[in-house]
């Protein structure tokens, strides 16, 4: 398993679609995941220390958890098929360890509420995992926006099914999330 870290969410300015980046921790390689705005937004709310006037979903999760005498140990994204990622999420509690069927966005969300490690398989990281440019890492060009991405090819990654992302990432409007992150 490759430990990663939300490097950031992206919007794109002409589908308004969002995409959470993982980028691993100990290399360069990035995995773009397609998510709901909803969860993109429960993400960068806690992201950036904002608290929600009521407890989001993932809020209510992690207190239900807790009152339970449970912890959440860590999430793992585990596999990818058809082009659709699935994680589990991973509970202790009393010695014992749980794993729960979720989507990576849910799992993410609640990683990011629990400050838990947010693991990704190896065999989904060589799927899908990508190398950004410096442009594509935070640069953005004169018009607000980042410069036209390329993505270099990462080590058995499959050019035909990466090109989804490709064109999402070339959409992307760096500059919102960077005023939503107060960055």
């Known amino acids: 398993m ?3 870290v ?8 002409v589908t308004q679609h969002r995409v959470v980046i993982l980028k691993e921790v100990d290399g360069e390689r990035h995995l773009p995941i397609w998510i709901g ?7 960068a709310m806690e992201l950036q220390g904002v608290t929600a006037s009521r407890p989001l979903p993932y809020d209510l999760m992690r207190t239900i958890i807790d009152d339970m005498g449970g912890t959440v140990a860590r999430i793992a994204v585990i596999e990818l098929s058809d082009d659709v990622f699935y994680a589990r999420i991973v509970l202790s509690q009393n010695g014992r360890e749980v794993e729960i069927d979720s989507r990576p966005s ?14 990704v398989d190896d065999s989904v990281m ?5 190398m950004l440019s410096a442009d594509d890492e935070g ?8 410069s036209q991405p390329e993505l ?11 090109s ?12 919102d999330f960077d005023r939503k992150a107060g960055n």
């Open 164 to 175: 989804v992302f490709r064109d999402f990432i070339d959409t992307l409007d760096l500059d």
């Open 37 to 43: 705005s909803y969860e993109a937004e429960a993400i």
């Open 106 to 119: 849910d799992a993410i969300a609640l990683a990011v509420r629990s400050r838990v490690p947010i693991l």
């Open 6 to 13: 939300v490097e950031s969410i992206r919007v794109s300015l």
């Open 152 to 162: 270099e090819r990462a080590e058995g990654v499959d050019e035909e099914r990466l």
């Open 2 to 4: 490759i430990e990663t």
């Open 126 to 130: 060589e799927k899908a995992g990508v």
């Open 139 to 146: 640069d953005a060009d004169g018009e607000g926006g980042i």
